[in-house]
């Protein structure tokens, strides 16, 4: 029921057990667009887990080619879109199992253990050993190139093109994860130029410092090496 609640956010769902309500989600408007589905997607999420879970927004699109059997009767190459759009949990949201992956494709909640593993490569490091992102996405892309056959539930699925499909999973995710780095704005802030400003006297009195400990040995032992030195950190300083 989570899953179907989830691939339609456009449905009003009531969850009771026992008599007593669960949940209860009002239907939220979408659109045919990617934007307005991310919305609806959004509070949906929402609804279901709270706000304060921290999610960061994956639209990624790319061109990939067509199987063997799709290709051009002409001869001509060509290519089948893959677009991949929803949410995963930002660094530091994390489970000890994949029960809060929900992984869609053509709206078909599916299980795919390369999808899964598209998933730890596109965080890398940025997940500790032992746990598991956080995400709902959607994978569109053309029927044919998905075989949906190889399970009596039809949860699991196969790509006809599975390397290049946990390829471009791997690096949407990688490129939310960029994203989301680098629009924080740590280098402007104040605790940052505060730091710059105290660590550049630090820095000039600890090479005037080595420079008169320098004069001071050349005077003593009157070694020429040294006096290499002194010329080198003078050109430092």
């Known amino acids: 029921l989570t899953l179907a609640a989830l691939g339609y956010p456009e449905v009003a769902f009531t969850f009771q057990r026992d008599g007593r ?31 304060e879970q921290k999610l960061l927004t ?6 990939m080619c ?3 059997e799709l290709e051009d009767p002409t001869g001509a ?8 759009w929803g949410f995963i949990g930002a660094p530091g949201v994390s489970r000890s199992t994949r029960e809060d992956q929900h992984l869609f494709v ?23 050993k032992g746990r598991y992102p956080v995400c709902c996405l959607f994978l569109e892309i053309d ?19 599975e390397a290049e499909v946990r390829r471009l999973v791997a690096q ?24 710059r400003r105290h660590t550049a006297p630090t820095t000039k009195l600890a090479i005037k410092l080595a420079v008169n400990g320098l004069e001071a ?3 003593r032992l009157g070694i020429d090496m040294v006096s290499s030195c002194h010329d080198g950190m003078n050109r430092l300083y």
């Open 21 to 51: 309500l669960i949940w209860q989600l009002p239907a939220v408007k979408t659109g045919s667009d990617v934007a307005p589905r991310l919305t609806a997607l959004r509070e949906r999420l929402r609804a279901l887990y709270g706000a």
């Open 58 to 63: 994956v639209d990624y699109s790319a061109e």
């Open 66 to 68: 067509s199987p063997d």
């Open 77 to 84: 190459p060509s290519s089948i879109l893959f677009r991949l």
């Open 106 to 128: 053509n709206r078909r909640p599916v299980e795919n253990r390369g999808l899964n593993f598209a998933l730890l490569e596109g965080y890398h490091t940025a997940l500790m």
């Open 143 to 161: 029927p044919a190139a998905v075989d949906v056959n190889i399970h009596p539930a039809k949860r699991e699925v196969r790509f006809h093109r």
């Open 172 to 195: 949407a995710v990688r490129q939310a994860l960029l994203d989301f780095h680098t629009s924080r704005p740590e280098s402007s802030s104040p605790k940052s130029t505060a730091h």
């Open 217 to 219: 040995a050349r005077c």
